[in-house]
């Protein structure tokens, strides 16, 4: 694996900091985003990090943060968070800016940094979806949505470029153990506050007893070390089995089995 830099987003905490700490380890320069890195508390700021600010729900920012990184090696699209509650609900403002921060600002980056990798004839880019692009569940229509649009453009990016020596790839993770943002997004009074409550309920006992973030900053090292990586990687507690579920099983198995686990019918 030659080493060189990689341009990490949202590494404040979560999945972000445990790759750019594990990236940091085996020896690569990381630059690091966060939106306030003159904010991060002592205990999370990584020495021998570079951090820049991003807000990824701003369209411009990420002109900005491609100049200030400067070269990229490797590109890890990691800063998002997952909004909950009903599809019928959610205002036009909040769904512009769940998919600007999950999917808009991840192709935005892609695009700014890949010319700088075509010129070189190497680079990887690594986008962290999550296991809702292939198992939607209930209450999480926008997270799954620009999920699932992450997946395919990665598919589509990959092939685009392979002929340049770009790797790109996906990984999704199932549930791992952090303090990933749930922003409720439900009017008051709604007639899906009940299930809602119980799909919440049921997320946060899964988030408890899920695998460390570490897990999928060695699927990152896995890729790397890849000779010919694959599109996509699940990553995290029976990784292998629940990709291999929703891979196989028809959509209405795979539907019946997420209103299931999310006790949708209480
Ligand atoms: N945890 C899971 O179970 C799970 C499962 C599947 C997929 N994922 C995916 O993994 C990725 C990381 O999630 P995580 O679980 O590690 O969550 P996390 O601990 O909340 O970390 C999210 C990171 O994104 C940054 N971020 C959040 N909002 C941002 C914004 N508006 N602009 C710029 N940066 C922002 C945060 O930085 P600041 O707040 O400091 O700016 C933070 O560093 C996400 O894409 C998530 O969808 C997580």
């Not at 075509?118 to 999550?130: A, D, K, L, N, P």
């Not at 008051?188 to 506050?193: D, F, N, R, W």
Request: glycine fraction near 8%; hydrophobic fraction near 45%.
């Amino acid at each position: 694996m030659a080493y060189g830099r990689v341009l990490v987003t949202g590494a404040s905490q979560g999945i972000g900091r445990a790759i750019a700490e594990t990236m940091l380890a085996e020896g690569w320069g990381v630059v690091a985003t966060c939106r306030a890195p003159d904010k991060l508390a002592p205990a999370d700021r990584l020495d021998g990090v570079t951090y820049l600010a991003f807000e990824a729900t701003d369209p411009q920012a990420t002109a900005e943060l491609a100049r200030q990184a400067g070269e990229v090696d490797v590109l890890i699209n990691n800063a998002g968070a997952s909004p909950i509650g009903p599809a019928e609900e959610a205002l036009p403002a909040k769904v512009r800016e769940h998919f600007q921060l999950n999917l808009f600002s991840a192709i935005q980056l892609t695009q700014a940094i890949l010319p700088g990798m075509r010129e070189r004839r190497q680079g990887t880019v690594i986008f962290i979806g999550s296991m809702r692009s292939e198992a939607p569940s209930p209450f999480s229509s926008l997270y799954s949505a620009s999920k699932a649009a992450i997946r395919s453009f990665a598919q589509c990016l990959r092939m685009e470029v392979e002929e340049y020596g770009i790797k790109v790839c996906v990984i999704a993770p199932i549930f791992i153990r952090t303090r990933l943002g749930q922003e409720l997004l439900m009017r008051t009074g709604s007639p899906y506050a009940a299930a809602v409550d119980r799909v919440r309920a049921s997320r946060a006992r899964q988030i408890a007893a899920a695998a460390p973030a570490g897990v999928v900053a060695r699927t990152v090292l896995s890729i790397l070390r890849a000779r010919r990586p694959r599109p996509l990687y699940f990553s995290g507690r029976f990784a292998r089995l629940q990709g291999f579920l929703t891979q196989h099983l028809s959509r209405s198995g795979v539907e019946a089995i997420m209103a299931r686990r999310f006790n949708l019918k209480g």
